[in-house]
T-cell receptor, first 115, second 113 residues
């Protein structure tokens, strides 16, 4: 069975500082990896995804993530955080089931941005 | 712009009531999903559907059922609501073309009293 672990429940960062959110997965094969963001009271929005190829993936809102097979990790980064980045972030892994995909999510990391 | 609409944002129901959560997508997607979101647990898959009238259990199907009579609509049913089903419910959809993005609705907050 696959699983997704986000070790940090809550991170506080100053506006303008860098941000890194950790994600580790366990899966028997190369997974498809995603990061989603959820603003308060809203649904989830896709930030970026990795399927194959270049292990450094660029996403929306200035986010990037790096797939490291040796560490089974897919950490999310942003060089300079804005107050609007305060949200909950979810890492997700897709497993292939016939021709379709199901997502399994981590427990989420809440990001607080202080002025 | 893609759209997944959950008809009820906030509901309060009594224990034992039958509850329907409706979800409609306008993207002609084959796949539709119902997730439950609880603090510290992330999103957990309840049921999913790959086609009309087709459904499969997710990770936590107990106490729930679903209906997909039309491609664009996927309903989650709580036959007899219980207080431990108080949660945020998220509907999602995706194309059957592999690796496609899964799009989420804004969620339905259900409180069972």
């Amino acid at each position: 069975a696959q699983s997704v672990t986000q070790p940090d429940i809550h991170i506080t960062v100053s506006e303008g500082a860098s941000l890194e959110l950790r994600c580790n997965y366990s899966y028997g094969a190369t997974p498809y990896l995603f990061w989603y963001v959820q603003s308060p009271g809203q649904g989830l929005q896709l930030l970026l995804k990795y399927f194959s190829g270049d292990t450094l993936v660029q996403g929306i809102k200035g986010f990037e993530a790096e797939f490291k097979r040796s560490q089974s990790s897919f950490n999310l980064r942003k060089p300079s955080v804005h107050w609007s980045d305060a949200a909950e972030y979810f890492c997700a892994v897709a497993r292939k089931r016939s021709n379709d995909y199901k997502l399994s999510f981590g427990a989420g990391t809440t990001v607080t941005v202080r002025a | 712009d893609v759209k997944v609409t959950q008809s009820s944002r906030y509901l309060v129901k009594r224990t034992g009531e039958k509850v329907f959560l409706e979800c409609v997508q306008d993207m002609d997607h084959e796949n539709m999903f119902w997730y439950r979101q609880d603090p510290g647990l992330g999103l957990r898959l309840i049921y999913f559907s790959y086609d009309v009238k087709m459904k499969e259990k997710g990770d936590i199907p107990e106490g729930y059922s679903v209906s997909r009579e039309k491609k664009e609509r996927f309903s989650l049913i709580l036959e007899s609501a219980s207080t431990n089903q108080t949660s945020m419910y998220l509907c999602a959809s995706s194309s059957r073309v592999g690796r496609d993005t899964i799009y989420f609705g804004e969620g339905s907050w259900l409180t069972v009293v």
